[in-house]
């Protein structure tokens, strides 16, 4: 039997954190082994908020070498950039006119960014896009983190809209998220995701920190008043998060670490959690600075040549069933 089809795709906005790292990109990585996976720079879907073009530029290429750096491979997995696969926006639209505002209306991830970047069309439809991306593939899953759940399950709607209007096409597609690390959160705010857009740096640990700044972040980073670490996302919501951390990047379960941790007051417990995470990003790092910028764009552009030729063939069955075929 042929693999099962994954996809996902990341925004280059610059500032890859441990969250983006540990509730999507591991998956990414791991699953590369069983299916047949595609992974995108979703470069569009930057533009629907306020953004600098050449900023954005930068960070396209600087994504994708990261993508690499985490163990994205291009000889096991498609790679490429969003813009330069024009089926992606065609299937856009047509899933645009069965899209009913009402599930639009209900994006919270919309509401938050609409109140800073304004109420734009593009914003709007982003979901629309990204159900776009996942379809003109024919993916059967999609690992990302919790916040992309709400749009899975439009993508999922929009599935069968279309199957059972035109006939039986797309795949109705799964979201993976990890056991631990689905939803990272803010080291600054126990209580909000950590964000690529949060006001405060100190909130994320980028992938690319240096060892010196991931320690003082780690330092820094609020909990409660207690002593006692202990697993409690409620009460201890900010120890909470640390010991997810851990746990991931130690391997060990979070009893375990309750158990060796439990008394030994929060400063020794952060420095074991900034140890653990300087170790995980080190491989990281020099992976990346191997990469040649150039060599990458070559590698992008090869991936975007495949990925036009999978969506093309797609897209003319799309286009037949919904009466626009040639
Ligand atoms: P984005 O930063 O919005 O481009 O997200 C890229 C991927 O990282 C998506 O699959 C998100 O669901 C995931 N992600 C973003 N923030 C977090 C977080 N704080 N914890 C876990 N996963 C996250
Ligand atoms: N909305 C996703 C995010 O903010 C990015 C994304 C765009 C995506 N298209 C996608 C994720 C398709 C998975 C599949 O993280």
Not at 281 to 296: G, K, Q
Request: glycine share 8%; proline share 5%.
């Amino acid at each position: 039997m042929s693999k099962q089809t994954v996809f996902s795709g990341i925004q280059p906005t610059g500032d890859i954190h441990i969250g983006n790292y540990l509730g999507a990109l591991r998956n990414w990585v791991a699953l590369q082994d069983d299916y047949d996976t595609i992974y995108c720079v979703v470069d569009m879907h930057a533009t629907t908020v306020p953004y600098d073009p050449k900023e954005l530029h930068d960070n396209r290429v600087l994504t994708a070498k990261l993508l690499m750096a985490v163990g994205v491979d291009p000889s096991r997995s498609l790679l490429y950039f969003q813009s330069q696969v024009p089926q992606h926006a065609e299937l856009s639209w047509i899933l645009g006119s069965m899209t009913p505002l009402g599930a639009l209306n209900r994006m919270t991830q919309y509401k938050e960014k609409a109140e800073k970047a304004g109420q734009m069309l593009g914003l709007y439809s982003y979901p629309v896009l990204m159900a776009a991306d996942i379809m003109v593939h024919k993916a059967h899953a999609v690992p990302v983190g919790d916040d992309q759940t709400q749009h899975l399950e439009l993508t999922r709607d929009l599935a069968e809209r279309f199957n059972n209007r035109f006939g039986d096409t797309f795949p109705i597609p799964e979201q993976i998220t990890p056991k631990r690390g689905a939803r990272i959160m803010s080291l600054q705010d126990p209580t909000a995701k950590m964000s690529k857009s949060d006001a405060d740096p100190r909130g994320s640990v980028l992938l690319l920190d240096s060892a010196d700044t991931i320690v003082k972040k780690f330092k820094s980073a609020v909990t409660d008043s207690g002593r006692e670490v202990s697993y409690d996302q409620e009460k201890k919501a900010g120890i909470s998060n640390l010991l997810d951390i851990l746990s991931i990047y130690t391997g060990r379960t979070v009893d375990a670490l309750v158990d060796e941790y439990a008394d030994a007051g929060y400063g020794p417990f952060k420095q074991a959690v900034a140890d653990a995470v300087v170790d995980g990003l080190a491989p990281i790092r020099t992976a990346y600075n191997s990469l040649d910028d150039e060599e990458v764009g070559r590698i992008m552009s090869r991936g975007a040549l495949d990925a036009r030729t999978r969506a093309e063939h797609e897209m003319a069955d799309v286009r037949t069933k919904v009466g626009l075929g040639g």
